[in-house]
């Protein structure tokens, strides 16, 4: 059973968080939403407009079609757990400072190790670039290594990491959307992978 009252406990300490400026100009932190025992865990970069307004993660046109592309895989929004890198919205929806990522990076890594998903999907370069470094691998030009699959530690737990386009990005370019559905079914069959592994050692506990 993964630890679903401290990943609660943490929310609420994300929500009163105030360690670095961006807490000054915001109207709601963002915690992140979804399955606390989810397998898989979105993770983007920070909030927008829309995100700030109501507290909740990728509800824009952006989340919108993040939500299409996790149900054209199978799953439903509730099956996954989605957050971001930085928890509160850079003002003019800027990119995230490099001190701010530091500043709200533990409780990433603190959410990560609530869950214990199988797979994390990073959205865009920022969240990108945190987890891979953080592991010792080189950051490239995200449109270099999407739908790559990197093996990362984050405390003691193990797991895929799969980088992605934000999906913004395919909302001013249309031809990211195809980059995002190839990615996406990569996606969906390191799921299946799973999905089989964890049927073989169910049958060999008969055995």
């Known amino acids: 059973m993964k630890n679903c009252r401290e990943l609660v406990k943490l929310e609420e300490e994300i929500k009163k968080c105030t360690k670095c400026p961006l807490h000054a100009s915001r109207k709601n932190a963002v915690p992140g939403e979804g399955n606390p025992e989810a397998i898989i865990m979105f993770i983007g970069e920070a909030p927008g407009r829309n995100e700030d307004l109501e507290g909740r993660p990728f509800v824009g046109a952006a989340?919108?079609?993040?939500?299409?592309?996790?149900?054209n895989i199978g799953l439903r929004r509730e099956d996954v757990y989605i957050t971001n890198v930085v928890k509160c919205r850079p003002p003019n929806n800027r990119?995230?400072?490099?001190?701010?990522?530091?500043?709200?990076?533990?409780?990433?890594?603190?959410?990560?190790?609530?869950?214990?998903?199988?797979?994390i999907v990073t959205l865009g370069r920022h969240s990108t670039?945190?987890?891979?470094?953080?592991?010792?691998?080189?950051?490239?030009?995200?449109?270099?290594?999407h739908g790559k699959i990197y093996n990362i530690k984050i405390g003691y737990i193990d797991i895929k990491l799969i980088p992605t386009l934000h999906p913004a990005a395919?909302?001013?370019?249309?031809?990211?959307?195809?980059?995002?559905?190839e990615d996406f079914n990569r996606i969906k069959n390191e799921i299946?992978?799973?999905g089989?592994?964890?049927?073989?050692?169910?049958?060999?506990?008969?055995f």
């Open 95 to 119: 990119d995230p400072k490099p001190e701010e990522i530091k500043a709200c990076s533990p409780y990433l890594d603190r959410q990560i190790n609530c869950i214990a998903p199988r797979i």
């Open 129 to 145: 670039k945190y987890l891979l470094e953080k592991n010792g691998y080189n950051f490239r030009s995200i449109l270099k290594i």
């Open 192 to 194: 299946r992978k799973i």
């Open 170 to 181: 395919a909302l001013y370019n249309p031809r990211f959307v195809k980059i995002l559905e």
């Open 196 to 206: 089989k592994e964890e049927e073989k050692i169910g049958l060999e506990k008969f």
């Open 63 to 71: 989340g919108r079609l993040l939500t299409n592309l996790i149900e």
